[in-house]
Structures are given as structure tokens and as C-alpha cells.
């Protein structure tokens, strides 16, 4: 079992900045892929961005709609996970959740819900226009 928690979600600007935590606990060392989805009112619930470990090397992944806005981050122990969200939009206004996988993706293999195997329960993000 791994227990996600995210923090850092709130109300800012458009143009501002949000930093994401997801504090990860539990059989973290089995743990191949984290990822942050976000999920906007009435809308599905979609991929933002995922990290993978492979070795001494780590490889990140976006979804078109924040490449180039967004970045994914961990601290060394993989036990937490960042999200560095940078020039905000409205459009980015969702509950955004935390992710673990307990097997390999890569690329836009990583995009899809069902790969993942653990959830946080979300944390709100509101940019305001």
C-alpha cells in the first residue's frame, strides 16, 4: 500500500505561481512512476504530468496543455513529489491529484488513468481571470 497526500493548492492570480507537494508513504520503494492528474468541474479527470525512475536517471513527462508551464520534481528519497506550476491560467483551475504507479510507462504511456495504482485525495487549484 502507498498513502498519497497532496498540499500547496489555493486561489491565485492568472500569471501566478503554485507549488504541489504529495507527501508519498508506505511500499515507496516499489514505486516506478508518480504522476499529478488534474480534474476541472464536469469535466474527466485528466493527465498533467508524471516523473519516472529508472537508475541514476530520471525522465518527466507533460501533457501539451503545461509543457513549458509546469515542473515536475522529486526529493531524492522519491517519498515526495513536486509540482512547480508557473504562469497560471484559468484554464488550470481543477482538483489536481496525486498518483503512484507500481509498474513501467513511458512517455505518453504514462498518461493514462488506469496505470495508476494509488490516489491522493486532491488538492484545489483556483486561477482567477
Known amino acids: 500500500q502507498v498513502q498519497l497526500v497532496e498540499s500547496g493548492g489555493g486561489l491565485v492570480q492568472a500569471g501566478g505561481s503554485l507549488r504541489l507537494s504529495c507527501a508519498a508513504s508506505g511500499r515507496t520503494l516499489s514505486t516506478y512512476v508518480m504522476g499529478w492528474f488534474r480534474q476541472a468541474p464536469g469535466k474527466e479527470r485528466e493527465f498533467v504530468s508524471a516523473i519516472r525512475w529508472g537508475g541514476r536517471t530520471t525522465y518527466t513527462y507533460y501533457a501539451d496543455s503545461v509543457k513549458g508551464r509546469f515542473t515536475i520534481s522529486s526529493d531524492n528519497t522519491k517519498s515526495t513529489v513536486f509540482l512547480q506550476m508557473n504562469n497560471l491560467k484559468p484554464d488550470d483551475t481543477a482538483v489536481y491529484y496525486c498518483?503512484?504507479?507500481?509498474?513501467?510507462?513511458?512517455?505518453?504511456?504514462?498518461?493514462?488513468?488506469?496505470?495508476?495504482?494509488?490516489w491522493g485525495q486532491g488538492t484545489q487549484v483556483t486561477v482567477s481571470s
Open positions: 498518483a503512484a504507479a507500481m509498474r513501467y510507462c513511458s512517455g505518453l504511456g504514462c498518461s493514462p488513468r488506469a496505470l495508476y495504482d494509488y
